[in-house]
């Protein structure tokens, strides 16, 4: 079955520590996409790629990082330059025709929590 | 930013009932998206319906469109203990360089009482 698939679920970060959480799809969507979810409130885009090799900074950039050398693949790293992390992580993948969206997938997330 | 608003935000109904939920933004869009989201899982993609429509149907669903008034509303019959969920609406938005967005609203919290 086609898919987006994020792990860990549950992660906890230290003071002072990078993380990375992880997103694979294996829907053969060019386009990828990380939002991150607070309690009670909608989706804020973190980071997005539309191609391989290429990734432009949403909302929120701030503190987070991202790659994009495959197309399969788009992990994002939470630096310990963001003050704030804990949140709800979603990652999504979307057919990408420029300027007509297309619904987006979604990952189950993973919930990052301070130690 | 957050462009769709939905209301309320949050809803009580006893299985049988209908919802409605209701998405206002603010600047034009090329179309509008409402997603569900299960506690802790991810967003599931329901409906999208352009700006040249008005409304449209999938099963127990059916979203209006009203550019006019830049406002949607999502409306689920004949409801049932499953569909207890959130509800988002997504605009998009302009990123520049043909690049499109999706904005999500807070969501509407629907518990449905069997």
């Known amino acids: 079955d086609g898919g987006i698939t994020q792990s860990p679920k549950y992660l906890f970060r230290k003071e002072g520590q990078n993380v990375t959480l992880s997103c694979e799809q294996n829907l053969n969507h060019d386009a990828m996409y990380w939002y991150r979810q607070d309690p009670g409130q909608g989706l804020r885009l973190i980071y997005y790629s539309q191609i391989v090799n290429d990734f432009q900074k949403g909302d929120i950039a701030e503190g987070y990082s991202v790659s994009r050398e495959k197309k399969e693949s788009f992990p994002l790293t939470v630096t310990s330059a963001q003050k704030n992390p804990t949140a709800f992580y979603l990652c999504?993948?979307?057919?990408?025709?420029?300027?007509?969206?297309?619904?987006?997938?979604f990952g189950d997330g993973t919930r990052l929590s301070i130690l | 930013s957050q462009q769709g608003e939905e209301d309320p935000q949050a809803l009580s109904i006893q299985e049988g009932e209908n919802a409605t939920m209701n998405c206002s933004y603010k600047t034009s869009i090329n179309n509008l998206q409402w997603y569900r989201q299960n506690s802790g899982r991810g967003l599931v993609h329901l409906i999208l319906?352009?700006?040249?429509?008005r409304e449209k149907h999938s099963g127990r669903l059916r979203v209006t469109l009203d550019t006019s008034k830049k406002s949607s509303s999502l409306l689920i019959t004949a409801s049932r203990a499953a569909d207890t969920a959130s509800y988002f609406c997504a605009t998009d938005r302009n990123s520049g360089a043909g690049s499109y967005q999706l904005t999500f609203g807070k969501g509407t919290k629907l518990s449905v009482i069997p």
């Open positions: 999504a993948s979307s057919i990408d025709r420029g300027s007509d969206n297309q619904p987006q997938h």
């Open positions: 319906i352009r700006s040249n429509e």
